[in-house]
């Protein structure tokens, strides 16, 4: 029974060896089908090798020479072949380099023109840089500053108080309408003064002096100096007087003892008979040496009128008259700066002081009032 059984594990043991040899004799065969024509054995492909990325400086588009065609394109990929097992052996596998290539077709590639090829381009600078534009000046904004206009005495004081403290505003781009807004109040507050002047009139309290009479030669116009001997002190009013027919007046020069003279533009009509018309009040008394008398005959009289000149001497300071005079270059000053503004400091400040020069002579004629 042992024996039977060790000759049927020998029996099986026969058959795997037979197999074992029958399957190498297939390899074998196979192997020597692959061998080439001189019967040696080709050598396994050597593995892929992968080459190092090179740095550079190039732009993108020098370095990709040939992009991947997009979608839609017309690029055709190349179909792969047959290689023959052997042929397959012997050539090396390709790199990814001509795989890319030969994965790509090469391409036109179109760009956009820059801003400078559509303006032009930019002219080198040779010079020194352009400076900035200047900023425009400041627009002349509006100024409100709502009053009466003045009755009497109390209201004409606080309005030129007020003018001064309108100039005195640091705002420049006010400058223009403050001042026309001044001009305005200096306007109607002078009216109001003139006004009280007339009726509360000091000729009463002059004291007149005879100057000259001289002949109105015509029939065009005479021109007569009429000299004062000796000066007279304290002078503040000049009026005349007509006889033998009407004389019309154009302007009157005094020349005081300083040398400075006084013009008035009359354009006036003195009438016969009538003294003491066409008055010229100087505002402030001064020693008069001459008068400068531009005038002609009126009224077609068979006689040659005279013209008599009388200079007066006040007893009082006229205040009223003082005031309106600082009032005038109060005037002067602000529409100059009005037209200049940018050099307007020296105007207001100007504008300011006959401005508070005329004040100090409305309080001083409400203080002589009282008395």
């Given amino acids: 029974m042992a024996t039977d059984q060790h ?3 020998r029996a099986v043991s026969r058959r795997f060896l037979v197999a074992a040899f029958a399957l190498q004799l297939a390899i074998a065969s196979l192997h020597f089908a692959s061998e080439g024509a001189d019967g040696a054995v080709a050598p396994a492909p050597p593995p892929p090798s992968r080459e190092p ?6 732009p993108a588009s020098l370095v990709i020479q040939t992009p991947p065609p997009g979608i839609g394109s017309a690029a055709v990929l190349p179909t792969p072949t047959a290689v023959p097992i052997g042929a397959a052996a012997r050539t090396p596998p390709p790199t990814t380099a001509e795989k890319v290539a030969a994965a790509t077709v090469p391409l036109t590639v179109r760009t956009l023109p820059t801003a400078s090829a559509m303006v032009g381009a930019r002219p080198e600078q040779t010079s020194a840089p352009i400076p900035p534009a200047p900023m425009p000046p400041p627009r002349p904004r509006r100024f409100n500053f709502p009053y009466v206009p003045p009755l009497g005495m109390e209201e004409a004081g606080s309005l030129l108080r007020a003018c001064i403290d309108i100039l005195a505003i640091n705002d420049a781009p006010t400058i223009v309408a403050r001042c026309q807004k001044v001009s305005e109040i200096i306007e109607v507050t002078s009216h109001c003064l003139t006004t009280l002047d007339q009726r509360h009139s000091t000729l ?9 009479r001289e002949k109105v030669d015509g029939p065009g116009i005479d021109r007569d100096v009429f000299q004062m001997q000796p000066p007279v002190p304290r002078v503040s009013a000049i009026s005349f007087s007509a006889d033998f027919g009407n004389v019309y007046i154009y302007s009157v020069g005094v020349l005081d003892a300083s ?5 008035f533009t009359l354009n006036r009509l003195i009438e016969e008979n009538y003294p003491h018309q066409g008055i010229c009040h100087l505002f402030f008394p001064r020693t008069v040496q001459s008068i400068t ?3 002609q005959p009126r009224g077609g009289s068979s006689r040659t009128p005279r013209l008599a000149v009388f200079a007066g ?11 309106l005079w600082y009032l005038r270059y109060a005037r002067r000053e602000t529409e100059a700066a009005i037209q200049n503004p940018e050099s307007a400091a020296p105007h207001l400040e ?4 006959n401005l508070r020069r005329a004040a100090s002579r409305l309080i001083r004629y409400r203080v002589k009032s009282f008395f």
């Fill in 350 to 353: 100007a504008a300011s002081e």
């Fill in 7 to 9: 000759s049927g594990w």
């Fill in 313 to 323: 001497a006040a007893r009082e300071e006229e205040y009223l008259k003082q005031a």
């Fill in 293 to 295: 008398i531009l005038y």
């Fill in 204 to 212: 009463a309290a002059y004291e007149w002096h005879f100057v000259d």
């Fill in 53 to 58: 990325m090179q740095r550079t400086s190039a």
């Fill in 259 to 263: 040398g400075q003279t006084t013009t």
